[in-house]
């Protein structure tokens, strides 16, 4: 999350939406935006339902991996990804700028 708000403005050229998704409860990650201060929202998904969807899930830890999705505006995923890659903004940033 850090990465991305510190490289938040390479976003906002590229009609782009940057929000993140944890399954942590909403009050733990109000506090963590608070902390971040954070200028994009981060969501909650508390049952895994979204992580789920994008099978990014770990069952057993009810927990997500980490992962980055870029999604084009007619709905279809044009970027993936995970890992430690998934931190740095800079394949996001890049996938978005080809979207236009």
Same mark, same amino acid.
């Given at each position: 999350?850090?990465?991305?708000?510190?490289?938040?403005?390479?976003?906002?050229? &590229? #009609?782009? !939406?940057?929000?993140?998704? &944890?399954?942590?409860?909403? #009050?733990?990650?109000?506090?963590?935006?608070?902390?971040?201060?954070?200028?994009?929202?981060?969501?909650?998904? *508390? #049952?895994?339902?979204?992580? *789920?969807?994008?099978?990014?899930?770990?069952? *057993?830890?009810?927990?997500?991996?980490?992962?980055?999705?870029?999604?084009?505006? #007619?709905?279809?995923?044009?970027? !993936?990804?995970?890992?430690?890659?998934?931190?740095?903004?800079?394949?996001?940033?890049?996938?978005? &700028?080809?979207?236009?």
């Amino acid at each position: 999350m850090k990465g991305y708000q510190a490289d938040i403005s390479s976003f906002t050229g &590229s #009609d782009s !939406v940057v929000f993140g998704i &944890s399954t942590d409860p909403l #009050d733990t990650n109000i506090k963590f935006a608070e902390s971040l201060n954070l200028e994009f929202a981060l969501l909650s998904d *508390e #049952d895994g339902a979204v992580a *789920e969807m994008y099978d990014v899930l770990n069952l *057993e830890r009810m927990m997500a991996g980490r992962a980055t999705f870029v999604v084009s505006k #007619d709905g279809k995923i044009a970027h !993936v990804e995970t890992g430690g890659a998934a931190v740095d903004p800079a394949g996001a940033a890049g996938a978005c &700028s080809k979207l236009q």
